[in-house]
């Protein structure tokens, strides 16, 4: 079953390219026609490579990848920090900062130096610093929400990224290149399709296209998550032992959260008749004890025989 239809996306705008002189020559296969010097694009096709990147973005979050939203154009900002934050990913929609992904120990840095200003009260003077101090920390601490604040709960380079805009997020692009990180994006008539991984043909300007698209691989996101928590607590599934942060516990619903509970009980009731099997060896090598001693008695007998012979 498709995760979207082709209604949604004729209503949202998704099948409209760029101009006939800003293509691509290498998405010709993604166009269907052109209508007033405008390439329309094949809608079937988009919904295949959509079924695709959806299934590769829901194994991915299953098993226990994160998925970091990039979308810095006007366009997209709304809808990167709406669906990501619905889905507890992190999200770029600001400026992407060079080397965030390949100087990623220095970006931890600033992670900690953001963290440590939030713990500073700047409306007390009397802690040590004086009010133009306090202003410029403030400063601070507002420009490094401004690039970091999205990417605050990252701890590790995300495992892929869905990317609005392939043309405008190329430091993006190519950062993930070098680390081997699998792009999902929006492949308009301008873009190349060779830099994505998984590509979606579709309109990367209209508002509600971006939007549309977005929120599809936000719900693969949130089947990813249902589906980790659902795994069982052996072999080493961690987030099915951990308990549920209260974003993920209405993302998942009543029924997962039972089921992601429970999971840690029923594991522990299997293994608990194994520890009682060592008991009931021991005892029937104690059971077998009694039958051996007979067998002992035997040389006593056959001297009494060689006695009485002697007489």
């Known amino acids: 079953m498709a995760v979207v239809t082709i209604r949604q996306l004729l209503d949202s705008g998704v099948h409209f390219g760029h101009q006939t002189q800003r293509w691509n020559p290498k998405v010709k296969r993604f166009i269907l026609t ?4 405008i390439h329309i694009i094949d809608l079937q096709q988009s919904l295949a490579h959509i079924d695709n990147a959806y299934e590769f973005v829901r194994e991915t979050v299953a098993r226990g990848g994160t998925v970091l ?8 900002q709304e809808a990167i920090a709406s669906e990501a934050g619905r889905v507890g990913q992190p999200y770029v929609n600001q400026r992407w900062l060079g080397g965030l992904l390949t100087n990623f120990q220095t970006v931890l840095g600033r992670l900690e130096r953001m963290k440590e200003l939030e713990q500073v009260d700047f409306d007390d003077t009397t802690k040590g610093f004086t009010k133009k101090e306090l202003l410029m920390k403030r400063r601070e601490l507002e420009k490094l929400h401004k690039s970091l604040g999205g990417i605050r709960n990252l701890t590790k380079t995300p495992s892929a990224i869905w990317v609005v805009d392939a043309k405008r997020e190329h430091l993006a692009m190519s950062e993930a290149a070098k680390l081997g990180i699998p792009v999902v994006g ?6 190349d399709p060779d830099d994505i991984a998984y590509p979606i043909p579709g309109n990367d300007d209209a508002i509600r ?5 977005t929120r599809v691989i936000a719900d693969a996101v949130a089947e990813g998550l249902v589906v980790r928590h659902q795994k069982p607590a052996e072999g080493g599934n961690v987030s099915a032992v ?3 942060a209260e974003w993920e516990k209405e993302l998942l619903g009543d029924a997962a959260v039972a089921a992601a509970e429970e999971a840690p009980a029923e594991a522990k009731a299997e293994k608990a008749p194994a520890a009682k099997k060592a008991p009931a060896k021991k005892a029937d090598a104690d059971a077998e004890k009694p039958a051996k001693a007979p067998a002992a008695k035997k040389p006593a007998a056959k001297k009494a025989d060689a006695d009485a012979a002697a007489e």
Do not use: C, M
């Open 186 to 191: 929006i492949l308009d008539t301008n873009a």
């Open 69 to 76: 939203f990039v979308g810095t154009k006007k366009q997209a």
């Open 209 to 213: 296209s971006v939007g549309l698209l």
């Open 34 to 37: 052109e209508r007033s010097g």
């Open 242 to 244: 951990e308990p549920l």
